[in-house]
């Protein structure tokens, strides 16, 4: 790790947290921790409510039950933009960055939202040129290819230097040959800037080469935790993606 | 390993708050150039229009549609009518300071409750406050006069000069007309990159660290201020503070002010004002008819200009301009510290 941009991260601890809306219970008992500089896989299929652990994790909605700890402090049913400036960052399924803006301003923004200058930039250059972002320096964020803009947007994330990246399928929408991008994205977050990083994807290569620990939720539910070889090999979790023998029997007897 | 591109670094004034800041001051010169009634009386109108258009313009910098600029302007005027004739303050510069801070002041807690609002919601609510304003001035009798008014303003002065006559208003006019464009483009500009985040995507922005609320509160209270100065005016000029000074419904007026001149910069607030004021005074002519060409004049800009009248200008300028029309485009966006209008 370099010692030089390193900030110094965080341990997330995630404590039973549960949550509903009225009747409906999205997620619940779940407990994990990531410690700085490493990375923990989020995997299952949609609805099991990845999202909507990264929206209450970020202080976007508030918990039902449970807390989320990083470091000593808590920062479930904190706002968004104070859990930013303690370093808790997260991205977006979609695109995000500043329509009408250039991709530098795009930058500059999340710096001084994040109370940096312009010079941290430097920082991120060997990224940027490797997405090929400085090509596009000055060119319009919003008409750029969506490969480049989700690149933007997870870009953006980092030059917040966050101490613990929340990554809501920072591979959703690439292409084959842009996916690696996302690999070294992750590698970069945790060994130059030093951050933790949960990582929620449905990319099972892109989770079987990064993570060496994954949870699964289902039905809101952490239904397997550990290394993602034996996981995925697992028989709940198998059923969990592609439906259950139950589910197919009741399936038959529909059809 | 490509390096970085440098930046280029922006001046802090654009060129459309250079140009609005340049006009303004031109209007110091029309007392001298001319002493007709109708053109001193004209120019009055449309700086107070522009004042209290900035109120809306600042506000759409954020996405922000607000039809309180009336209730602050009240503020801002009956706090001078007061201290006119109750007090005895003449000094323009105490009243100023009392009509700007008063109504910003004001727009603190009112913005502590309505800030979380957006949309349609934020229009609805900020309309039902400038009626609630209104109500209060007709109710509020021992302190606003109610609907007498308060009337007997005395003339204010300027280091102990009388400002009585016309010319002297218009002075007066275009002094606090000034002071609102400077306090408004300082504002927008050395905020440009927070105001344009809250308006393309504040849940990004707030997921970087930017705390919506505080930019939203200040740009509320400022643009409060600003239109406490239009109030001042408007009551410099009438010498007289009432209640339908102040109506709900010319808060649609100066939306479509700043609307038509083009929400994306600064002067399209002061150009919007002027032709829309200057064309409500020619349809006067036409009596009856009046209504129904001013309403009509708006459809057409409206359709041939849905950038506004700014708009429109870049739009020309880029077309026939030979510099790359995308990076112009994207540049305009920033300097303005704007996005599309």
Not at chain 1, 174 to 190: F, G, H, P, W
Request: proline share 3%; charged share 15%.
């Amino acid at each position: 790790m370099s010692a030089l941009s390193s900030n110094g991260g965080e341990t997330l601890r995630i404590e039973q947290i549960a949550k509903s809306f009225g009747g409906l219970t999205v997620f619940q008992d779940i407990s994990f921790e990531i410690k700085p500089g490493a990375l923990l896989g989020v995997i299952g299929p949609n609805g099991a409510g990845k999202t909507t652990m990264i929206n209450t994790i970020s202080g976007r909605l508030h918990l039902s039950s449970g807390r989320a700890m990083l470091g000593n402090t808590r920062v479930d049913g904190q706002s968004v933009f104070d859990n930013a400036k303690r370093g808790l960052v997260r991205s977006f399924q979609q695109t995000a960055n500043f329509s009408g803006y250039t991709v530098e301003d795009n930058l500059t923004s999340a710096l001084r939202f994040s109370g940096q200058d312009r010079s941290s930039l430097s920082r991120l250059t060997p990224l940027l040129d490797r997405f090929g972002l400085i090509e596009h320096w000055n060119r319009n964020a919003e008409i750029l290819p969506y490969g480049l803009q989700k690149m933007l947007g997870l870009t953006m994330a980092l030059a917040t230097k966050p101490r613990m990246l929340l990554l809501d399928e920072p591979a959703a929408g690439l292409e084959k040959s842009e996916r690696t991008n996302v690999d070294i994205y992750v590698q970069y977050a945790r060994d130059e800037i030093g951050c933790g990083v949960m990582l929620v994807e449905h990319d099972m290569d892109l989770i079987k080469r990064l993570c060496r620990e994954v949870i699964v939720l289902d039905g809101g539910r952490l239904i397997a935790q550990g290394e993602p070889a034996d996981v995925l090999n697992r028989k709940d979790v198998i059923d969990a993606y592609l439906g259950g023998a139950d589910d197919e029997d009741e399936h038959a007897q529909h059809s | 390993m490509k390096e970085l591109p440098a930046s280029e670094r922006a001046p802090f004034f654009g060129t459309y708050e250079k140009v609005t800041l340049g006009l303004l001051l031109l209007a110091f010169a029309v007392p001298f150039l001319t002493r007709n009634p109708q053109i001193l009386s004209q120019s009055n109108l449309i700086l107070i229009a522009a004042t209290a258009a900035l109120g809306v313009y600042i506000m759409l910098r954020m996405d922000l549609m607000s039809f309180a600029v009336p209730a602050f302007m009240a503020v801002g005027g009956y706090t001078v009518a007061m201290l006119g004739i109750r007090s005895g303050v003449t000094d323009v510069f105490a009243l100023a300071a009392a009509a700007f801070l008063v109504s910003a002041l004001c727009a603190v807690p009112l913005g502590w409750m309505i800030l979380r609002l957006k949309g349609v919601y934020f229009v609805l609510v900020t309309f039902v406050l400038t009626e609630i304003c209104q109500l209060l001035l007709f109710e509020a009798g021992p302190l606003t006069g109610g609907s007498n008014g308060l009337v007997g303003m005395p003339s204010v002065t300027v280091f102990g000069y009388e400002m009585y006559d016309n010319s002297h208003v218009l002075m007066i006019t275009a002094g606090l007309a000034f002071v609102g464009f400077l306090i408004a483009a300082v504002l927008t500009r050395a905020l440009r990159y927070e105001f344009a985040a809250i308006e393309k995507n504040d849940v990004l922005a707030e997921s970087l660290g930017l705390a919506c609320w505080k930019y939203k509160a200040l740009a509320f209270s400022v643009a409060a201020g600003v239109s406490g100065l239009a109030g001042f005016a408007l009551v410099n000029m009438l010498l007289t503070a009432h209640p339908t000074s102040f109506s709900p419904l010319s808060s649609v007026n100066y939306i479509t002010y700043a609307i038509v001149g083009g929400k994306g910069s600064i002067l399209g607030t002061l150009i919007g004002a002027a032709i829309l004021v200057s064309a409500t005074e020619f349809f006067a002519l036409r009596g009856e008819l009046s209504p129904g060409l001013y309403g009509l004049l708006i459809i057409v800009m409206t359709l041939v200009a849905p950038g506004g009248i700014m708009g429109l200008a870049e739009n020309f300028f880029r077309r026939f301009g030979k510099r790359d029309s995308k990076a112009l485009e994207t540049k305009v966006a920033v300097q303005s510290g704007s996005g599309h209008s």
